[in-house]
């Protein structure tokens, strides 16, 4: 692991950036990047040789750490042999990859729309429903993010959907299970499942079947608080797609390949989705990839109508190689078994372990590598430990509980009153160990901020 300690060069990266870089979801003058200097498995480092553990895996995309040198070289091999090809040709790469996805995928979801990102997965996932059905209403939770452009904001149920609603895109929202903040106020998994599914289903009549193409959820939400559904409600949303004929897509962005200590999530609850979207962990982002899984029925629909869309970088062949390495590589590396153990013998009983020990945490759930700590200012009442607060402005709490886990080599995923335990999936056990270390460290800082 080399690592540069060079204060000016990192000054300059910084200077450029500050002068001609314009960053997503941030008011330009306040934030405050910091300058990266190297990457390596479940590390990086600045330029002053501060080096942190990354509980973030960048945006929850290097499932496989930074810089897996076999899908580094696959990168560099494909560059050498062909770098671009235009989408309308076959080229190895990209039927490598689709296979080795489609394989995967649940059920007979053997078809793959290869798109440049998440955002653009939703899009199309979107308007191959609403083609298929020719209904033009999606339904989508609140509790949900499914990306930035146009339909994927509107379908968007968290805060960041707000600034960009221009209300058009044709879509309803419903509120998902979640127990722990229950919208139904139920007091158990069976009874959140339950009204949960009563409440879908009477929203799908009040706003007539027939004018609904698709239902749209994340198999677990993970940008809103990482909220595992519970036992039975995706055989239910399931049950209500085929009894109104609409399409049922699940959004996997996020959760898929290997988060969740499974391939999917939504082999976690054998769930049948219709249209699965995928990014991030495919590639492990080396270079951006997402794409649609579709179903046989769906696929039949464009067999002899051409389906109006397409990019100009669908199933780029860098992109695809990245992904063929990376799918090898999780198989014969375990990967994906090595999220599962992390998960049920270290970092699951671990948070948990923290969450006994330290008033400020209320609630912890997840699984894999896949994690939420919630923060609250009083347990009973389960007050966010930051009072609810779209704008942005910064919240002394949260900042001070980051502030702590940098201070202890741990780059934390701050939201809201949440942090978010999301590293690689490569991740060993002492390495785990360390970042839980530095947690508990941290949340003695939160703890100074509980009531009372
Ligand atoms: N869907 C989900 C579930 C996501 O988590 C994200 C990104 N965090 C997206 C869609 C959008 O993906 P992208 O940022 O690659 O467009």
């Known amino acids: ?32 990047p910091l300058a990266v200097a190297g990457a390596e498995g479940s590390y990086f480092w600045d330029f002053e040789g501060n080096r942190y553990l990354d509980f973030t895996s960048g945006l929850v995309f290097t499932n496989i750490g930074y810089q897996h040198p076999k899908v580094v070289a696959a990168i560099q091999e494909q560059a050498a042999q062909l770098v671009t090809f235009a989408p309308a040709f076959a080229v190895a790469p990209r039927s490598e990859a689709a296979r080795l996805v489609a394989e995967r995928t649940p059920g007979d979801l053997d078809k793959i729309f290869f798109t440049n990102g998440g955002a653009e997965a939703v899009e199309n996932a979107v308007r191959l429903a609403r083609v298929h059905t020719g209904r033009p209403k999606v339904l989508s939770a609140y509790r949900s993010y499914h990306g930035s452009t146009s339909a994927a904001i509107h379908l968007t149920g968290d805060p960041r959907r707000w600034a ?39 929203t799908i009549r009040y706003e007539g079947p027939a004018t609904i193409a698709a239902i749209i959820l994340e198999t677990i939400p993970g940008g809103s608080g990482i909220m595992p559904p519970p036992p039975g409600y995706l055989a ?19 959760a898929g390949f290997g988060r969740t200590g499974t391939w999917f999530a939504a082999d976690l609850y054998d769930a049948r989705p219709d249209l699965m979207t995928f990014a991030k962990g495919v590639n492990s982002g080396y270079v951006p990839l997402g794409g649609v899984a579709i179903s046989a029925e769906i696929a039949e629909t464009f067999a002899q ?57 209320g609630d912890v759930r997840g699984t894999g590598v896949f994690w939420c700590v919630e923060l609250v200012r009083d347990r009973e009442t389960r007050e966010p430990l930051v009072p609810y607060n779209a704008t942005g402005k910064a919240n002394a709490p949260m900042a001070a509980f980051g502030a702590a886990a940098k ?27 360390e970042g839980l270390a530095a947690l508990d460290k941290a949340l003695t800082v939160a703890d100074e901020f509980v009531a009372g």
């Not at 780059?411 to 809201?416: E, G, V």
């Open 1 to 32: 692991m080399t690592q540069q300690v060079n204060p000016q060069e990192g000054a300059a990266v910084k200077a450029a950036d500050r002068a001609h870089v314009f960053h997503s979801w941030s008011a330009q003058d306040v934030i405050d």
């Open 164 to 202: 960009n609603d221009t209300g058009a895109a044709g879509v309803v929202h419903f509120w998902g299970p979640f127990l722990y903040r229950s919208p139904f106020y139920a007091e158990s998994e069976e009874q959140e499942c339950e009204r949960a599914l009563k409440h879908l289903d009477d």
């Open 236 to 254: 239910g949303v399931r049950e209500l797609c085929d009894k109104y004929g609409i399409v049922f897509i699940l959004d996997e962005v996020m």
């Open 305 to 361: 109508r051409p389906f109006p869309g397409g990019l100009t970088y669908s199933g780029h062949p860098l992109a695809c190689a990245a992904a063929v390495a990376t799918i090898n590589v999780m198989a014969e590396e375990k990967i994906v078994e090595n999220a599962a153990h992390l998960g049920e013998q270290v970092l699951g009983p671990g948070l948990r372990a923290l969450a006994e020990d330290h008033p400020s945490v």
């Open 407 to 433: 201070k202890h080599g741990l780059w934390p995923f701050l939201n809201m009153n949440r942090t978010h335990v999301v590293p690689p999936c490569t991740l060993t056990e002492s390495e785990a160990q």
